[in-house]
């Protein structure tokens, strides 16, 4: 399977600032890249979905000016959660998938905390 | 829509016991089906799948049969270790479009 890191892995922020979370595949070409969140003990829910190159695909109810993903290379996605309140904090999990594959790959998960 | 209904933890058992987890899904079409686990504090590792009817995914000792007929997918073990102790997650998918999870299972092993 393939190798998923989440940079940074805990985060900790004032409300109102933005925060950075980046998501790489290391040994594997991910043509698509999952975001979702997972509030504790909860089930995961999806938030977007974005194809190399594309602009994502956002689920009913996340706002996209909010939550702002970029797949710009095989390897890479970021997802930006831009003027962060505390209701956003949660753990923040990226996925990666292949062309025509039908498994996903997760990453360790980014834990975010708004103060 | 899709939906995966699993059984509702949490659930606890006795080092070496008979483990089940029950999973159903509701789906048109045929899915492929999976099981995550979730260790504390890390995200979803791909535990066993399987892509068409009968099919048996296997892995660690897990098993998991997909049965058509019952739209079912249960999670088995025949003796469980402490170090199983996680939150499992049933899902479905089709090709590689995004994943329905089931709202997952707490197992804890007690020694």
């Known amino acids: 399977g393939a190798v998923v890191s989440q940079h940074p892995s805990r985060v900790i922020c004032k409300s109102g600032t933005s925060v950075k979370i980046e998501c790489r595949s290391l040994d594997f070409q991910a043509t698509t890249m999952f975001w979702y969140r997972q509030f504790p003990k909860q089930s995961l829910m999806l938030m977007a979905t974005?194809?190399?190159?594309?602009?994502?695909?956002?689920e009913q109810g996340v706002e996209k000016d909010k939550f702002l993903i970029n797949h710009a290379s095989l390897t890479l996605s970021t997802l930006t959660v831009t003027s962060a309140h505390p209701e956003d904090s949660s753990f923040y999990i990226c996925?990666?998938?292949?062309?025509?594959?039908?498994?996903?790959?997760f990453g360790p998960g980014t834990r975010l905390t708004v103060l | 829509g899709n939906s995966v209904t699993q059984m509702e933890g949490p659930v606890t058992l006795s080092e070496e016991a008979f483990l089940t987890i029950n999973c159903t899904y509701t789906a048109t079409g045929y899915p492929s089906l999976f099981w995550y686990v979730q260790y504390p504090g890390e995200g979803l590792q791909l535990l066993l799948k399987a892509t068409k009817a009968d099919d048996k995914g296997s892995n660690k000792g897990f098993e998991a049969t997909y049965r058509k007929e019952t739209t079912s997918f249960h999670l088995e073990k025949g003796s469980v270790q402490v170090s199983d102790s996680a939150v499992y997650f049933c899902a479905l998918s089709f090709g590689n479009e995004k994943l329905t999870f089931g709202t997952g299972t707490r197992l804890t092993i007690i020694p």
């Open positions: 974005s194809n190399e190159g594309s602009k994502a695909t956002y």
């Open positions: 996925s990666v998938s292949g062309s025509g594959r039908d498994t996903q790959y």
